[in-house]
């Protein structure tokens, strides 16, 4: 055998693995994994949060990890979820965390239990390949 004809067998052999491990059914993690968009609203005694963030965590207790989706709470209280800059959310079960932006509260304060994933009793599972919309109606008892 030739040397050239020598290195076509093994670059031919992994060339074709590469392309199997590629495709639906190889190595990769089917369907179930294709990102999903996740947005919402987030309201505080009934009206929309003006300004505050929300954050899903991966939830370690049922499967997840990773590092966690964030988006800003504009003042219209809308919120999309980003994670490295895009909107695509691994699909999976989260912690979520709400917070208010700091400013002055006239009425209750928004309860601070809401900003830590791992207090707020929040959780939401993330479906994948469709638009998931998650909305926080936060309400705190007078007094």
């Known amino acids: 055998m030739r040397p050239r004809s020598r290195l076509l067998v093994p670059v031919?052999?992994?060339?074709?693995?590469?392309?199997?491990?590629?495709?639906?059914?190889?190595?990769?993690?089917?369907?179930?994994?294709?990102?999903?968009?996740?947005?919402?609203?987030?309201?505080?005694?009934?009206?929309?949060?003006a300004g505050g963030l929300v954050v899903l965590s991966p939830d370690p207790d049922r499967g997840g990890s990773g590092k966690p989706a964030r988006g800003d709470v504009g003042p219209d209280g809308r919120y999309e979820l980003r994670l490295n800059g895009e909107a695509a959310i691994p699909p999976?079960?989260?912690?979520?965390?709400?917070a208010a932006?700091?400013?002055?509260?006239?009425?209750?304060?928004?309860?601070?239990?809401?900003?830590?994933?791992?207090?707020s009793g929040l959780v939401r599972e993330v479906k994948a390949g469709r638009e998931n919309v998650f909305d926080f109606?936060?309400?705190v008892?007078?007094?």
């Open 92 to 98: 999976g079960w989260y912690r979520v965390a709400v």
């Open 101 to 119: 932006a700091p400013g002055p509260a006239a009425g209750p304060a928004f309860p601070a239990k809401l900003a830590r994933p791992d207090l």
């Open 141 to 143: 008892p007078p007094g």
């Open 12 to 49: 031919a052999a992994l060339g074709l693995g590469a392309t199997l491990v590629a495709l639906p059914g190889g190595c990769s993690r089917g369907p179930d994994a294709v990102p999903a968009a996740v947005r919402g609203t987030v309201t505080f005694q009934g009206r929309p949060l």
């Open 137 to 139: 109606a936060v309400e």
